[in-house]
């Protein structure tokens, strides 16, 4: 409703003037200019106390009131000389007002950072058409009231002219170039209304004074009524070009108007001191830009500065982190150590029972007293164990038997007798630990014990060599990182400071157009260094894992996989639950590792990757169709280096989960990963350091 009455007033403002202008009759006697600014001040006024109103739209009221009662004073009061420094009084307060409002759509709209430079670009932009208005506008022989008069009035022209056409042109949004079409119109307008004021030949009801101020001031309405902001507004970052457009135009102008102050003085059209004043102007402000330019270069020489401290604190911290690590490790060995002098002395066997009595492991020792392997034994039920092997009632009611039971196994003619031991595991579900003891064959556990201890020193060796591995892995990380930072940042920081103690020297010496390409320079190599860091940091954490998570980064890798090795690749993914941090980094590492064998090794023709979040657990399936290989044989391939399947399966228990690898020659490969989503913070450590 409201834009389509600021339409048609509009369109009844411009026909009223056509239909003056057809009739040889003027419209000095009619309120025009006063009821529309009046209606504006009304429809911005009212619509600035609703929540989605621009911010700046209270001073936009403000400034169509004082030209409601600027244009109320014109047609009925008159403007005789008697009351002309009162008019000229309101119009700069009029223009504070439109200012006002012009600073908050810059502080809403444009960080602090940028502010300064685009301020001193306006400053100089005004100042060099304030010159050139004045010295178009002005007549010949004017007092010093009148020069006063046109150059406060070129001033607030100029001013308003160049700060919302900069807001226009950085920040392009239709509310910023409607205003800027508004307040060009009402430049234009005080442009010729000076021109005529300062000569004395001021008649009302002229249309190319009063139109244009009539209809911007119901743009203006319209643009506040039918553009709503956001509380609080965002920022805006300033388009691409806008800045470099911006300071272009201002230097540009300036140039422009030291030219004409110099024709104007060389044909006598304006006096040595009004001529050294105009150029001082213009003097001071290139000064505050370059002022302005340089304390933005000082910033970003200290901030590169920072960056490269909080990177040395990084490295420290990396050294501390590889300290612990190591502390970690010896503690971990230790560990090992009471682990297996336990086990020395130890002749039980160990079952682990679910709530549905699932073997889910069991130990060596216990496969023996039964005489089965470990893989027809895990996984299956206690009762159907039971009725496998020759065993009475008793064995079959182990589990049910409450903290102690026993059982009696049949072999060959004589009997086994077995004690047994339960334990509650906390956890949810809640599982149960089954000890079994052979009480009749000693011989039995001290094999036992023999085979573990067998077990815990392949475990031992296996460990040491991985952990070798891993710290020399990371001793050629830390290296590498320290030759990229000193050949690539280290070096352009260096050169670009060099190049900016030249641009000092050539500011001091006056050479401002060499200083300025220096600059430029300058700038494109900071940008460069910081393209060079951000690469740097990307290889220590992939960004698109950092950024999109783990789906996203491994189907790109997959893909990307698949291109380069001409591999048909497939991905799966079903994550309903939200995956911390460091499992989505060791769940990545060990997708990436497996791939990489797989290029290495398998000769595959395809790859199929699958991820799942289901029961708590992650659960990451690498499938290939390649030539496979004896899973009998890992300790053979970590004993030659070749540690890919070993490292993954330690980073893999470190984090609570459960690592497998089924493969067999001619039939492929399958990588298999289980790892609980509340695992422990072992997983934090480990995830960051590659297998080789």
């Known amino acids: 409703m409201t834009p389509a009455l600021l339409l048609i007033a509009g369109a009844g403002v411009t026909l009223a003037y056509i239909a003056s202008e057809t009739a040889s009759a003027g419209t000095s006697d009619l309120p025009i200019v006063a009821v529309s600014c009046l209606l504006s001040t009304v429809v911005i006024l009212f619509r600035s106390r609703q929540r989605d109103a621009w911010q700046s739209a209270p001073w936009l009221g403000l400034g169509m009131l004082g030209l409601t009662a600027l244009s109320a004073s014109f047609t009925w009061l008159g403007d005789g000389p008697a009351r002309r420094g009162v008019h000229e009084t309101a119009f700069v307060l009029v223009g504070l007002m439109f200012l006002v409002a012009l600073a908050v759509e810059f502080r809403n709209h444009v960080a602090r950072e940028d502010r300064r430079e685009i301020a001193a670009d306006i400053a100089l932009l005004t100042v060099a058409i304030g010159i050139i208005l004045f010295l178009f506008l002005r007549p010949e022989r004017l007092t010093g009231f009148e020069s006063a008069v046109t150059a406060s009035l070129a001033l607030m022209a100029a001013t308003g002219f160049s700060g919302f056409g900069a807001l226009a042109l950085v920040l392009p949004h239709r509310a910023h170039i409607g205003l800027f079409i508004a307040v060009s119109a009402m430049c234009s307008a005080l442009g010729a209304f000076t021109q005529q004021w300062v000569a004395g030949v001021f008649v009302l009801g002229q249309s190319r004074i009063d ?88 910033h970003a020489q200290r901030a590169v500065q920072e960056a490269l401290e909080q990177k040395e604190a990084a490295l420290a911290d990396t050294d501390k982190a590889l300290g612990r690590l190591r502390r970690a490790n010896e503690t971990l060995r230790d560990s090992e150590e009471r682990l297996r002098t336990v086990f020395e002395a130890a002749i039980d066997g160990i079952v682990e029972l679910d709530h549905q009595n699932v073997i889910l492991r069991s130990n060596e020792a216990f496969c023996k ?76 556990a001290d094999q036992t014990i023999r085979s573990l201890f067998k077990f815990l020193q392949d475990r031992d060796e296996d460990r040491t060599r991985i952990m070798r591995r891993t710290n020399a892995a990371i001793e050629s990380e830390r290296n590498r990182i320290a030759r990229d930072l000193h050949d690539g940042p280290v070096q352009g920081v ?120 289901g029961g708590g657990q992650l659960r990451v399936e690498i499938v290939d169709d390649g030539v496979g290989f004896d899973s009998g044989k890992a300790r053979e391939f970590l004993q030659s280096g070749r540690v890919g399947l070993a490292s993954m399966r ?43």
């Open 211 to 298: 139109l244009p101020i009539a209809l911007a001031s119901l743009l203006i309405a319209a643009l506040v009524t039918t553009v709503p902001r956001r509380s609080p507004e965002p920022r805006m970052e300033p388009t691409r070009y806008g800045r470099a457009i911006l300071t272009s135009l201002s230097v540009a102008a300036a140039s422009s108007a030291l030219a004409l102050v110099a024709v104007k003085e060389i044909d006598d059209g304006i006096d040595p001191l009004r001529a050294s004043m105009l150029i001082g102007m213009l003097a001071a402000a290139v000064a505050l830009r370059i002022l302005v330019n340089q304390v933005r270069g000082t």
């Open 369 to 444: 007293m039964i005489d089965l392997p470990q893989s027809l034994v895990e996984g299956q039920p206690w009762s159907a164990l039971a009725a496998s092997i020759e065993a009475d009632d008793s064995f079959a009611e182990l589990p049910a038997t409450g903290p102690t039971g026993q059982g009696t196994l049949h072999r060959e003619g004589h009997s086994i007798y077995l004690e047994s031991r339960t334990s509650q595991i906390p956890g949810d579900p809640p599982r149960r630990l089954l000890l079994v003891r052979d009480v009749t064959a000693a011989r039995v």
């Open 494 to 613: 260096s050169a670009a400071s060099l190049s900016l103690e030249a641009v000092l020297l050539m500011l001091k010496a006056g050479e401002m157009g060499d200083g300025f390409e220096v600059l430029a320079k300058v700038r494109r190599e900071l940008s460069e260094e910081a393209d060079n860091l951000r690469r740097l940091m990307s290889g220590l954490r992939p960004p698109l894992l950092e950024e999109r998570g783990l789906v996203p980064a491994l189907r790109e890798t997959l893909d990307r996989y698949g291109r380069d090795n001409g591999v048909r690749t497939e991905f799966r993914a079903k994550a309903a639950w939200e995956i911390p941090r460091d499992l989505e980094t060791l769940a990545f590492r060990i997708v990436q590792e497996a791939l990489s064998n797989s290029a290495k090794h398998a000769d595959a023709a395809s790859v199929n990757v699958a991820v799942d979040t």
């Open 650 to 692: 330690e980073r893999v228990e470190l984090a609570n989960g459960t690592f497998m690898v089924h493969s067999a020659p001619g039939r492929g490969t399958t990588v298999l990963a289980s790892l609980p989503l509340d695992a422990v913070p072992a997983a934090r450590e480990f995830a960051g350091s590659d297998a080789t």
